[in-house]
């Protein structure tokens, strides 16, 4: 029985990463099902067995998306012990992910933009890991000690926003200046 749920966890694997590498590249709307198959390598029927429509897939890209991707926020977040460096760190952290993916933008956002608001279950996980973002900050702008020259709130959205207006102008103009810039702002703020 292991062995087939190994299997079968396999083929669930090589659908995702198929998925996310297309999805990521191309986008979602142009991505096609026998697209995602032949490239995959699988039968049309292991698709299927996995995830019955396009958008399920999508869904299940997403929720495994934001478990990996928190992780490795979390991991680069926690080796700084400072406080303060912490919230440096996440500028650091978006900015390594720009360069790694060739200032493709934040998959979330690109998600969002082409398949939000079709379906209510795609915009939810986009939202789930958005939110779970801002938490974070806000948990870390709670325990940084920063200035009060704004109030937690106030920092916690301003580095949430910078954080996303940073990728989005990376993805536009294929550098991270904006990033640095909203890094070094941050830092006389906290």
Request: glycine letters at 6%; charged letters at 30%.
């Amino acid at each position: 029985m292991l062995v087939v749920k190994k299997r079968g966890q396999d083929v669930v694997n090589k659908i995702l990463d198929t998925a996310a590498r297309l999805f990521f590249q191309q986008g979602y709307n142009v991505t096609g099902i026998n697209q995602i198959i032949e490239e995959a390598d699988i039968a049309k029927a292991s698709l299927y067995k996995h995830f019955e429509s396009k958008t399920d897939l999508l869904v299940a890209y997403l929720q495994r998306l934001h478990k990996r991707w928190f992780e490795q926020l979390e991991a680069d977040v926690n080796k700084v012990a400072d406080p303060k460096k912490k919230l440096l760190t996440l500028f650091d952290y978006h900015r390594e992910r720009q360069l790694q993916n060739g200032y493709g933008g934040c998959r979330f956002i690109k998600a969002n933009d082409e398949a939000g608001m079709s379906d209510e279950r795609v915009l939810k996980e986009i939202q789930k890991a958005k939110l779970h973002l801002k938490n974070f900050i806000k948990k870390s702008v709670v325990n940084s000690g920063h200035q009060k020259l704004l109030t937690d709130r106030e920092l916690t959205e301003l580095i949430f926003m910078m954080l996303d207006g940073g990728i989005v102008a990376a993805s536009i103009f294929k550098h991270a200046d904006d990033l640095q810039s909203a890094k070094a702002i941050v830092r006389k703020l906290i």
